[in-house]
């Protein structure tokens, strides 16, 4: 990884995720956590200040070390005790089958290189009654939106550290094995290939 994806990419995401209706959708769905909670691609922790009192403990996956760097100062200004993880989503987390409450994914699924089994990974270690919340942007259903999300894609990753324009990300949860049971979809301000977003919560299947 070259200085701009260690240092300089982190500090951009970090800018690019404070704006305002980033803000309001945190605001909406991350109170709805509680228990254990699991958050993939946790980056420098802008959800962390949303988490309400039912969660207890949260469990931060992120391959940044940087990003988790700034999401420590995060945390020393807050009461949820939370652990780092710095591997990605994909890999084997360390955590027992069945063992969190909820799991958190919010803009991260579009930069996880093999999104399927990450999402498995989630599943085994959702119990049984738990809750997917996610936040994600992904594939448009105008055909020609979609159509500038496929030409866009293969450049737009190698500048944003992997982010997919044009991941159907509800069909990706399904087929992973949770039952979407909450879901809005809107495009957010800005050019439309790069803000149709999926909202919701899903439970294992």
């Known amino acids: 990884m070259g200085l701009y ?15 305002k209706e980033s803000a309001r959708l945190r605001a909406e769905w991350i109170p709805q956590a509680r228990g254990n909670v ?58 027992e089958d069945a063992s969190m409450d909820t799991v958190v994914m919010a803009w991260t699924l579009c930069s996880i290189s093999n999104a399927a089994k990450a999402l498995q990974q989630l599943r085994r270690v959702l119990k049984a009654d738990g809750r997917l919340i996610f936040m994600e942007h992904g594939r448009a259903p105008e055909r020609n939106v979609a159509a500038w999300q496929d030409r866009l894609t293969p450049v737009w990753k190698h500048a944003t550290g992997g982010c997919h324009l044009n991941r159907q990300v509800d069909q990706l949860i399904a087929l992973a094995g949770f039952r979407i049971v909450e879901l809005t979809t809107s495009y957010l301000p800005g050019p439309r290939p790069m803000t149709y977003t999926y909202q919701g919560m899903a439970e294992p299947a």
């Open 38 to 95: 699991l958050e993939v691609g946790i980056g420098s922790g802008l959800n962390l200040p949303f988490y309400p009192p039912e969660v207890h403990h949260v469990v931060g996956v992120d391959p940044s070390v940087e990003l988790q760097r700034m999401a420590s100062k995060r945390v020393a200004a807050g009461p949820i005790k939370v652990e780092f993880l710095a591997q990605s989503a994909e890999d084997r987390l360390p955590l």
């Open 5 to 19: 994806g260690k240092y300089l990419l982190p500090r951009i995401i970090d800018l690019a995720m404070k704006n």
